[in-house]
């Protein structure tokens, strides 16, 4: 990264920069995605195929709304982190159920038998969400338009990036005139929960103990 791109990046100086996502990004944003799928920890080996985890939470983002994700460069040049997001969730629902559910299904026709892992989130239901893009339809739709995901490798978290990856996508989304995002987190991840809510999101009205789910308006 040039001088220029860090300044512009709000780094500062040496460390992690946040740029925007770039094509040859994809294998390392789906193996973050797998590294912090287990209620923020490392998910590889909890379900037969290590592809389905991204193939659900993290591509299907990258390929719709390249421009709403932002990757975490670290000091070794390497893609640690990042956010990904869809401004219109509705308009993300329609395209996954069009362009995304099939070939999913198609790689993914049923669940494997279950591993070593028995983690509360299985891979027949991991499989099902995979397929059925209307489990993204939430009550608060209208209100929340935008939805996020988030993760940062081990080495990266604590230092502020979170916080600032989540700003960046709230700034782009509140200069294209988006109100508001939302998010669900596994109830498991216990981190997820104080660091939303330390940002300022509050727990919506749908949100149940089963589907936690968060909103936040971008301004
Ligand atoms: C959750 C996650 C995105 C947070 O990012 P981060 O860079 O570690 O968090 P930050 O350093 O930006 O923290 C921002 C604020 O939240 C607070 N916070 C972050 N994690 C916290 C935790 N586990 N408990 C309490 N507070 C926390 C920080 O203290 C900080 O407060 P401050 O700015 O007032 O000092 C990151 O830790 C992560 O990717 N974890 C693993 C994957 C994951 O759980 N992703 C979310 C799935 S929904």
């Known amino acids: 990264m040039t001088d220029a791109a860090r300044r512009a990046s709000g780094a500062g100086g040496p460390g992690p920069v946040i740029r925007p996502y770039r094509p040859e990004d994809r294998d390392a944003v789906a193996r973050i995605c797998l590294l912090t799928a287990a209620g923020g920890a490392d998910a590889t080996g909890v379900y037969r ?3 389905l985890m991204p193939e659900v939470y993290a591509l299907p983002y990258v390929v719709y709304a390249p421009d709403l994700a932002f990757v975490v460069e670290g000091d070794d040049g390497r893609v640690g982190g990042y ?20 070939g999913f299904r198609e790689r993914h026709p049923v669940a494997g038998p279950p591993t070593v892992h028995r983690p509360a989130y299985t891979e027949a ?9 209307e489990r993204m339809r939430i009550p608060e739709l209208d209100a929340y338009p935008a939805h996020l995901h988030i993760d940062l490798l081990p080495d990266l978290q604590g230092r502020g ?5 989540v700003d960046t996508v709230r700034t782009t989304l ?17 981190g997820a929960r104080a ?12 949100s149940t103990p089963d589907a936690p789910r968060f909103g936040i308006a971008t301004r």
């Open 49 to 51: 195929d290590d592809a």
């Open 83 to 102: 956010v990904l997001g869809v401004a219109d969730t509705a308009g993300f629902i329609d395209w996954y159920a069009r362009e995304w559910a099939p």
């Open 125 to 133: 239901q991991l499989v099902a969400d995979g397929g059925d893009p």
């Open 161 to 165: 990036l979170g916080r600032r990856l």
């Open 174 to 190: 509140a200069d294209r005139g988006v109100p508001a995002l939302h998010l669900g987190i596994d109830p498991a991840n216990v």
């Open 195 to 206: 660091f939303y809510e330390r940002l300022g999101f509050h727990e919506l009205p749908s």
